[in-house]
Each structure stands twice: as structure tokens, then as C-alpha cells.
């Protein structure tokens, strides 16, 4: 599929696209605004694959690699819209309502995505690329134009309000009954 | 990059539960993506869809003018009374409907002719797959174009079943359909056959309830009957009523027991069978439709087109020419021309400049060998160095004789003189030709974007006209006279160049050389002129 992709045969771009689309629009999906809009970045992201298969040097899984494009497709789409400032998010922040009723109470993972999508942009972007992706702070701060600093306590307070939405959608345990519980401590 | 991996539980659920999460994409992401990686395919798909629609039209016209397919008029309306509609059933004619509207929006509304009528169709109270078709005709059956979803047959005899509905995706409240009419002269509306359709109406409904019932251009007496299952015929079909005087309709409708029907009345949804027939489909699952409908219908790409390009080229050359005689035929020697000069030692010639351009199909044969054969014009031209006279000479031309194959001296007159003296000119012999080249080309090496080739063309040549100095006969003049010049030639080229691919097209430049393998002239003339023009080719090519 690899060989047939560097020769641009369309029929081992559309496996490798059918393969690894459903994944990596749930990675766009956690990042855009709307369907509409994790689509079109899925869209730039693979041409991209593509265009840069050549460059795949077959160090560590093409998922990874794959990944990596379509989430830095996804920052520099949003980048595009919005400056990530930590001033403007934490005014939006204490002035955000998240709207539970719009939370499908099925499937949890659907569920878990569609909390995270009810963050601020700017702390949904953070809470995404350190929690979810993997990526360091620094490399946070450098892909947003932000301070490292910012980025840590965007993150902190997403993590905070996330968990605040995940234990009223009661998909999570409050912590201190996490607590409670793993100590046998009945509550 | 590193995936870190944290001890934290609300970190590792966050990470697990979004790497279950998945969405699938629309077709249109898959499209665009093709269609920016494949740019030159791109217009294909279109080129085929749009021949698709135009054979689908056309199939329909004919059709509809047959004499056994009434012409099927498809007409929608907003109902007002939705709610007092059973309009659910006839997924399969909605389906038909839509995708007529999709393939030609057109002639659907202008109610004309749009397509054989494909079938009458059980009633259902609501919409559902599997809906059941009472007769189909299957001359339409088989015209149909096949998208997502097979139609379920049954419920008559001697229809052959062809398989289910599978896609309900365009399942509407807000449907438009078409239906066929029914022969019921035979009262055998049961057990009727496909060929039997021969006439087809539409119903609306008006904001009274009181439906406009129109008919085809070919509308005729004959008419159908349908009811609903208070007849206790649950084969009803639909209603389909187009003349209330038709004695045929109440005796059908009573043999068959079935209640007889007003011509156009249509009251409450429980009572009799309706169409409800909207002038506004979903506009999402008709958008949807129709963005699918070339992509699900595009052909698929035949092999020949990935080894298939078309090249324009240009070439502008210098053109030579070279003489030859037979030596028998040279001249006494004179102060000019010494014993035994040759006839291209005796006239003072330039090179002139002369272009090619022409259109090529290539086809690669191989990974490293090509073909190619098109179409060519071209211009040569060269400069002769001669004077005027003062006044018109008397010289001759020698020409041979076609009877006797001896030479002969005919005489002309000019006023050019084959000198170079201080008030010399340059005369041009020039010809306008249309030419066939017919070649191959071998990759001599390269890699995906830079090759380098050579190549060999064979010119069958029509030389449309030009002009011609002619050497008289004793080489001190010229003679002009373009009814020598051969009318059919052929010519040889050869070439090398270099092929640089770009994202949309190829770019091919290199020397080329062209030779001439006949005389200019024809064979009475008895000096021989062979032609060759050296240029550089540039090419574009792109591929089908």
C-alpha cells in the first residue's frame, strides 16, 4: 500500500485513506468547530500524507506519522481563525456555558469527545495536543505562539473543567470519590 | 513524537476513550482528495457523467417515443395537505423520481417526456424498504441506471424478483414521483405485463384536495384504475384515472371489485390511495444525491488513459535545401558555371527560417518505449540570392519528357537572373504543408520527473501549395513556377529532447531534425531538391 502510495496509484491512496480516515477525523473532529470543519481539515491533512509520503522513513508506526500531519494540519487551520492568547481564554472561560443537554448520553466515547468539544477553543487545543497527543508543553507553546507557561495552566484549567463536565455527565467518578474508592473507603 | 504516557487515571481515560472515537467521513473528502492528487483525471469523470446523463436522456426520448411507452409526465407540487396524504409508499418510484430529477431537472420540469415509466407500485402506508412493485416494465427495469438501491419485485405473477431496497436514505415525506399507467383493457390488471403500459399520468393535489390530474402527450382513453384495500383488492395499484367518461374504468373497477373512482377527487388519507407529489424534495437528501451520483457512477478509468497523453508542439527550424542532377543534363560550361559544377554549386543560397506545429496522441507502449501519430502543419522556406532584369528573359527549363522519358527545353520567360551582384534580392521558395507524422520515442533514462528521449517520426506530406524558383536550363536564371512542386511528399524526422513533469502537465524540448525524402519537385523536373529544416521542438503534453 506504502509502494503503491509513493507511485501515486489512486487505488493505495484510497485503502490507506479508507483505513486510517475514520481515526484521524476523530482526531479532527476533537479540534474543529463543527463536522464541516473536521472535514475539511481530513481533507488538506491527507493531501498532505500524500504529497509528503516521500518523506516517511519508516521510523515507528505510519499511524503516528499520519497522526502527526493531521493534528499539525488541524493547529495551523486554527491558527488561521484564531489567535491563542491566554488573556482572551480565561475571560471566555469564566464566561463559558456548556450547553450538557447537547452531550449524547450514549456511547462513551462519542461522550468524552463531544465534553471535550464544549471547551474553549483555546483550552480544548491544549487539553488535545499535551493530554491526547502527546506533545510536550514547549513544543505546545511553540506551535501556538504562546508562552510554555500559558500552555501549562491552559491545561490545567481545561483538565479542571473537564473533569467538572465528565463527573455531571456522570462518566467519570468526582475525584474524591475516586479517591475514597480506591482506598475502600466507603463514601 | 512521543507519546507520553501518563500515570494519571483521568489522563489514560481521556486518551483511551478518544482512541475508540471514530467518524466517517462523506464521500465528497475522499473526492476532493482524488481529485487534487489526480488533477488530470479530473475532468474524465465529468466528460463520462456527462455522457452518462446525455445517453440517459436520450434512451428516455426514445422511449418515450416508442409506441408501447406512453410518455410519462412527472409533475410536483408543495401539497398544502400533507397530512391527509398517504403519500409514504412508492419508495421505489421515489427513488426513480429523484433520480430523474438529479439526471435531468430539466425535462422533469418542464413535463415532458422524461423516461419510461418503470412501474406501478404497491401502496404502502408508510414508507419502508422492501416496497413491494406490482408490474414493472422491464424494458425501463433494464434502462435504469443502476445507483444504490435494486428494486423488490413481487406480489404478481410472472414478474421476475430482482432484489430488495436497500437504500432508504432517500426516504421522504416530500417525494416526487412518476408512475406508469396500465392497460386494463383485458381487465387483467393483475397479472399484467410490462410491455402493457401505455399510458401514464401524475397526480396533484391541490389545496382543495381536489388533484389536477394531467396526462401525457399520448394520453389515451385507456385508463387505470387503482383503490385502496377497502376493496378488498390488496393489490391495488395507484390511482391513475385520467377519463371519467371511461365506461372501462367502473366495469374494471367493479369486476374487480374495487371501488370506482371519482375522476379526480382525493379526500382523507384513510380513505382512498393517494400520491402526494411535493415540488420540493429534501433538499439535503437531493443534494446529497446528486453530489453522490457522479461519484458513484463515475466510470471506471480504463487503462488506456494512464498510458495516453495529448502533446501540442511547436518548432521553429531553419530550412536548407540541397540539389542534385543528373550530370548529363549539366550545361556547356560558361564564365560562370565551369564543367561539371553541380546544380547546387550553381545558385547562391540562404537558409530561411520555417515552423512546424501539429497535435500528437502519445501511447506508451512500455515503461521505456512510446508511439505516437497526429497531425502536423508546416512552413518551410529558404532564400535564393538572385537580380532582377531589366527586362523578361527568354530561358528554358529542361523537363523530361513523360512519353518519351527523353528531356526536353521548355520555354519560359523570367526576369530573375541567377547573379549576386550589388543589387541582388532574395527570392523565396517556401511551400505550405499538412502532414501525418506517425513515430516512436525510447527513454534513453531519467526517473519520474526529468527523461530523456529520443525519437523518429515518418511524415506522409500534402504540400498544399507554395512557391518555386526554378534553375533553367543553362543555370542562369530562375524560372517561377509552383505547378512543378510534387503535391504528395514524405518527410523523416528524428529528435531527441529532454520531458520535465509538472503537477498538471509535461514539458518536452529538443533539437529535431526533418528531412525531406522526396524531391520538391516533381520527377519532369531534372534537378532534384531535397529538403531538411533543423529546430528545436517544445512540447507540452498532457494526459487524457
Request: contains cysteine; proline residues 4%; charged residues 20%.
Amino acid at each position: 500500500m506504502l509502494a503503491g502510495c509513493l507511485k501515486n496509484n489512486a487505488a493505495a491512496q484510497e485503502a490507506l485513506y479508507s483505513r486510517f480516515s475514520p481515526r484521524m477525523l476523530g482526531v479532527c473532529y476533537r479540534f474543529a468547530k463543527n463536522r464541516e470543519d473536521a472535514e475539511d481539515m481530513l481533507q488538506e491533512g491527507f493531501i498532505k500524507v500524500f504529497t509528503q509520503m516521500h518523506q516517511y522513513r519508516n521510523e515507528g508506526a505510519l499511524e503516528g506519522w499520519i497522526r502527526r500531519i493531521i493534528v499539525h494540519t488541524c493547529i495551523n487551520n486554527l491558527k488561521k481563525n484564531k489567535k491563542f492568547s491566554d488573556s482572551l481564554d480565561i475571560i471566555h472561560a469564566h464566561s463559558v456555558h456548556i450547553n450538557e443537554e447537547l452531550i449524547p448520553s450514549i456511547m462513551q466515547a462519542k461522550q468524552v469527545v463531544e465534553c471535550i468539544r464544549m471547551l474553549p477553543l483555546g483550552y480544548r487545543t491544549v487539553l488535545n495536543l499535551y493530554a491526547i497527543e502527546g506533545f510536550p508543553h514547549k513544543e505546545i507553546a511553540g506551535m501556538l505562539d504562546i508562552e510554555e507557561s500559558t500552555s501549562r495552566s491552559q491545561y490545567t484549567r481545561a483538565k479542571a473543567m473537564l473533569e467538572e463536565i465528565l463527573v455531571r455527565k456522570k462518566i467519570i467518578q468526582k475525584p474524591k470519590e475516586r479517591m475514597r474508592t480506591a482506598s475502600g473507603t466507603e463514601g | 513524537m512521543e507519546r507520553k504516557f501518563y500515570t494519571n487515571d483521568f489522563e489514560q481515560l481521556l486518551k483511551d476513550k478518544t482512541d475508540e472515537f471514530r467518524m466517517y467521513p462523506s464521500k465528497r473528502v475522499w473526492h476532493s482528495i482524488y481529485n487534487d492528487l489526480h488533477p488530470g483525471r479530473k475532468w474524465p469523470s465529468i466528460a463520462v457523467s456527462m455522457v452518462l446523463v446525455i445517453v440517459l436522456l436520450m434512451m428516455g426520448y426514445w422511449n418515450n417515443n416508442s409506441s408501447k411507452a406512453p410518455a410519462l409526465t412527472a409533475i410536483a407540487t408543495t401539497p398544502k395537505n400533507t397530512t391527509t396524504i398517504t403519500a409514504k409508499a412508492n419508495v421505489a418510484a421515489h427513488n426513480i423520481a429523484l433520480q430523474q430529477a438529479a439526471i435531468s431537472p430539466i425535462a422533469y420540469q418542464n413535463q415532458t417526456t422524461i423516461q419510461q415509466p418503470f412501474g406501478i407500485y404497491k401502496n404502502n402506508t408508510e414508507a419502508k424498504p422492501n416496497s413491494s412493485l406490482i408490474a414493472a416494465n422491464k424494458n425501463a427495469l433494464a434502462q435504469q441506471p443502476a445507483i444504490n438501491w435494486n428494486i423488490a419485485l413481487g406480489q404478481f405473477n410472472n414478474i421476475a424478483s430482482t432484489g430488495t431496497i436497500t437504500n432508504t436514505s432517500l426516504l421522504n415525506n416530500s417525494t416526487l414521483f412518476s408512475i406508469s399507467g396500465v392497460d386494463n383493457k383485458n381487465n387483467t390488471r393483475n397479472t399484467e405485463t410490462p410491455d402493457e403500459f401505455d399510458n401514464a399520468v401524475a397526480l396533484q393535489q391541490t389545496e382543495n384536495s381536489k388533484p389536477l390530474m394531467t396526462t401525457s402527450a399520448n394520453s389515451k382513453s385507456k385508463t387505470a384504475v387503482a383503490t385502496d384495500k377497502r376493496g378488498g383488492n390488496k393489490n391495488a395499484g395507484l390511482l391513475v384515472n385520467t377519463d371519467k367518461n371511461n365506461t372501462d374504468i367502473n366495469s374494471a373497477a367493479g369486476n374487480n371489485n374495487a371501488d370506482k373512482v371519482d375522476d379526480v377527487t382525493i379526500s382523507s388519507a384513510t380513505a382512498k390511495t393517494a400520491l402526494a407529489v411535493n415540488k420540493k424534495a429534501t433538499a439535503e437528501q437531493d443534494k446529497a444525491f446528486i453530489d453522490n451520483y457522479a461519484f458513484y457512477n463515475k466510470s471506471k478509468r480504463k487503462k488506456w488513459q494512464d498510458r495516453t497523453a495529448l502533446e501540442f508542439y511547436i518548432t521553429p527550424s531553419v530550412g536548407y535545401r540541397h540539389l542534385t542532377n543528373d550530370a548529363k543534363y549539366n550545361p556547356p560550361p560558361t564564365a560562370s558555371f565551369a564543367a561539371g559544377m553541380s546544380a547546387n554549386e550553381s545558385v547562391n543560397q540562404k537558409p530561411g527560417l520555417g515552423v512546424e506545429a501539429g497535435l500528437d496522441i502519445i501511447y506508451s507502449l512500455a515503461k521505456n518505449l512510446r508511439v505516437k501519430a497526429g497531425v502536423q502543419i508546416n512552413y518551410t522556406n529558404y532564400a535564393v540570392t538572385a537580380e532582377e532584369t531589366s527586362h523578361p528573359v527568354l530561358t528554358t527549363l529542361t523537363l523530361t519528357n513523360p512519353n518519351t522519358g527523353f528531356p526536353d527545353l521548355h520555354p519560359a520567360t523570367t526576369t530573375l537572373a541567377n547573379t549576386s551582384g550589388p543589387d541582388a534580392i532574395k527570392i523565396h521558395n517556401k511551400t505550405y504543408q499538412f502532414s501525418l507524422p506517425i513515430g516512436a520515442a525510447l527513454k534513453l533514462s531519467g526517473n519520474n520527473k526529468l527523461e530523456w528521449y529520443a525519437g523518429a517520426t515518418i511524415q506522409p506530406t500534402f504540400v498544399i501549395g507554395g512557391k518555386a524558383y526554378l534553375l533553367s536550363s543553362d543555370r542562369k536564371n530562375y524560372v517561377a513556377d509552383a505547378s512543378l512542386i510534387r503535391k504528395w511528399n514524405v518527410n523523416s524526422g528524428i529528435e531527441t529532447y529532454i520531458s520535465y513533469k509538472f503537477d498538471n502537465f509535461t514539458l518536452q524540448a529538443g533539437p529535431q531534425v526533418r528531412y525531406q525524402l522526396f524531391s520538391t519537385y516533381s520527377t519532369n523536373y531534372t534537378v532534384t531538391e531535397k529538403l531538411y529544416n533543423v529546430g528545436v521542438k517544445i512540447g507540452i503534453l498532457k494526459n487524457f
